[in-house]
């Protein structure tokens, strides 16, 4: 009685084919897995710093002090932020507690040109102790408003998240393309 060998497995073709058929496919998710990490770049930014305004604010009530959130480089958002409490009340330095790092590569943050604008004239956000914004000190860092708003835009998919600033300090994040909430995502 002859032995029958039985083979088990896939032929070189047959594997060739598989690998082939991945390649296609996995080129075809790759746009849109970029675009994806490029997205969630962008509303990892917004909802960071949204994220440290609100905790400012508590920390200013929290503590009974003046905390400010600052930008790391002093002049732009895009080099991440620091939050401190400030020892100077004409200078928003002192002891800093928190820090972001950098925005993902792909995001820029555009301020509003507005001159009564907190971003206009002085890249900061300062909480009084009660959780309202600074206001009263003549240095370059108080404007006399702290409402504004932040914009983080996706450089290559063209998305975009808002920081809107009222005049009492309150920050929201919104979309553009999907917020119908009343304010509108465009006023402060």
């Known amino acids: 009685m002859a032995k029958r060998i039985l083979n088990f497995g896939f032929s070189i ?4 084919v598989t690998v082939a058929m991945v390649a296609i496919l996995a080129s075809l998710a790759v746009p849109s897995f970029r675009s994806f990490v490029i997205n969630q770049q962008l509303s990892a930014a917004g909802s960071n710093l949204l994220g440290a305004m609100v905790q ?9 002090k003046i905390v400010a959130v ?29 820090a972001s790092d950098r925005v993902g590569e792909f995001v820029s943050v555009k301020t ?5 604008s907190f971003v206009a004239t002085n890249p900061s956000f300062v909480y009084n102790p009660v959780g309202f914004p600074y ?3 003549a240095s370059p860092y108080y404007s006399g408003a702290m409402n504004g ?5 996706a450089t ?16 929201r ?3 553009p393309q999907t917020d119908t909430a009343s304010p509108p995502c465009s006023g402060s």
Request: glycine share 8%; aromatic share 6%; hydrophobic share 30%.
């Open 13 to 16: 073709i047959e594997l060739m």
């Open 56 to 64: 400012a604010r508590s920390e200013a009530i929290k503590q009974g």
């Open 70 to 98: 600052l930008p790391t480089n002093g002049t732009d958002w895009t080099s991440g932020w620091y939050l401190t409490i400030v020892s100077n009340t004409c200078s928003p330095t002192g002891s800093i507690f928190a």
């Open 112 to 116: 509003s040109a507005s001159s009564n």
């Open 135 to 137: 206001l009263t000190c």
């Open 149 to 153: 708003t932040l914009s983080f835009q």
């Open 156 to 171: 290559e998919t063209g998305r975009e998240k808002r920081i809107i600033v009222s005049n009492s300090g309150r920050a």
């Open 173 to 175: 994040l919104c979309d």
